[in-house]
């Protein structure tokens, strides 16, 4: 067992060493570093402010579990009195009832359960928050990438027209239509340019680095997820997914409901801790007296004791009271996101089934659109068609292809999202 934890505690330690190093790389280089879906995610596991703060509650979690199994320390006094024997010294060593004991460190064992499993589920949240950036950011890449090349077509078009406008076989509304189409697209990758700036201005700000330039490229392509919705439990892998979690039946609930169910273990043991409370803890006594002028007494005297405390008039009522409220409330924290988290896994699955439907039917339809848009070209060149229908299969074929690019990102985040609400405590 200590040589699973350490090789896993190197290999946490390696990945975070390469993950700061990227970031490094990155801040120091002049020209813009590409990087890869999988590098983005190591960045912002180790920069990124989720998983740091629920960190910071397991390193409270863990101090209370120390705390709990630390034992009182014993008193010492030391007294001198005018009356025989004018000596007195005593030591008090607390006791302790064994049930407050395992009560009270099985309480901090399951608060510190929950804090790691609210660990786990924001590491996982960062991951997905990485992972949706990044989809995100290849989309608005790709979005003006394609602006850019339908305002070179644009352009293309508008000479076209010129030229047969010039040769008499077009009028001067074919080249204002070309004219006007063209200055509408140059628009239109403008503003996509900015979008895609912005995209990965976020995914910098996620992965920790500065969001004032850009300082990244995106090394990764846009590519359907090849997770079959048919079979959701099957294994899930693509380009932009190369370490997938595997979509298997696992007997441990997803980290959100564990972490709930761990907080209500420990509001339980609470309770009992409590109730048991009402019998505080007995002290056992060990003394010596001394100092007897007179010389009658031989040697020092011992004083052996023990204290009970009696529950007369207390019985710990008030953190019963705070117990059971405090149980009460995580129990139905409990529930809540046990239902939460079913519903959540049958949005995703849905709306990942839904998001493969779109892609396989964009696929089909950007090509049909783009023959049209080819044939359309080719016909107005030769004068077998007119302007609009061409600027129409145009705008048809780019209308197209951006919806096929934006439901690749939405398949890639709802996969992401898939994998997030299904995420399960390792083993």
Do not use: C, K
Not at 188 to 204: R, V
Not at 388 to 406: F, I, K, M, W
């Amino acid at each position: 067992m200590p040589t699973l934890v350490s090789r896993r505690a190197s290999g946490a330690l390696r990945s975070l060493v390469l993950a700061l190093l990227a970031i490094v790389a990155v801040r120091a280089a002049g020209a813009q570093q590409p990087v890869t879906r999988a590098q983005a995610v190591a960045a912002a596991l180790a920069a990124g402010p989720r998983a740091a703060l629920a960190a910071s509650d397991v390193a409270s979690a863990r101090a209370e579990l120390t705390g709990a199994r630390t034992f009182q320390n014993p008193t010492a006094v030391l007294s001198r009195t005018g009356s025989v024997p004018t000596s007195h010294a005593e030591v008090e060593i607390p006791l302790e009832w064994p049930w407050l004991r395992s009560a009270r460190v099985g309480a901090a064992q399951a608060s510190l359960g929950s804090a790691r499993l609210r660990v786990a589920f924001e590491r996982a949240a960062a991951r997905y928050d990485a992972e949706a950036a990044y989809v995100t950011a290849l989309a608005a890449t790709e979005r003006a990438r394609l602006s850019r090349r339908t305002t070179t077509d644009a352009d293309s078009l508008l000479r076209l027209a010129r030229l047969r406008r010039d040769a008499g076989d077009a009028s001067d509304l074919d080249v204002e239509l070309a004219t006007v189409s063209a200055g509408q697209l140059a628009a239109a990758s403008d503003g996509d340019s900015l979008g895609a700036i912005a995209a990965l201005l976020e995914l910098q700000r996620v992965m920790g680095l500065g969001f004032d330039t850009v300082a990244i490229t995106l090394a990764d392509s846009l590519a359907a997820p090849l997770s079959p919705v048919s079979l959701p439990l099957a294994p899930s892998s693509s380009p932009l997914n190369p370490e997938p979690s595997p979509l298997v039946p696992s007997p441990s609930p997803p980290l959100q409901v564990a972490a709930a169910e761990a907080s209500l273990q420990a509001g339980e043991r609470a309770l009992a801790l409590a109730r048991r409370g009402a019998f505080a803890a007995p002290s056992f006594t060990l003394g010596a007296e001394g100092g007897d002028p007179s010389g009658t007494e031989n040697g020092p005297l011992g004083i052996i004791g023990i204290s009970i405390p009696l529950p007369l008039f207390n019985w710990n009522g008030a953190a019963i009271q705070a117990a059971t409220a405090s149980r009460d409330r995580a129990r139905v924290e409990a529930d809540v996101a046990r239902r939460e988290s079913d519903a959540a896994i049958a949005a995703a699955r849905r709306e990942l089934a839904a998001a493969l439907r779109r892609v396989d039917r964009d696929r089909a339809l950007v090509a049909s659109a783009d023959r049209v848009a080819a044939m359309s070209l080719v016909a107005y060149g030769a004068g077998a068609a007119a302007l609009p229908s061409v600027l129409e299969a145009q705008r048809t074929a780019r209308q197209a292809l951006a919806d096929y690019v934006n439901d690749l990102a939405a398949a890639n985040v709802a996969e992401a999202a898939w994998r997030l609400v299904t995420a399960r405590e390792g083993p």
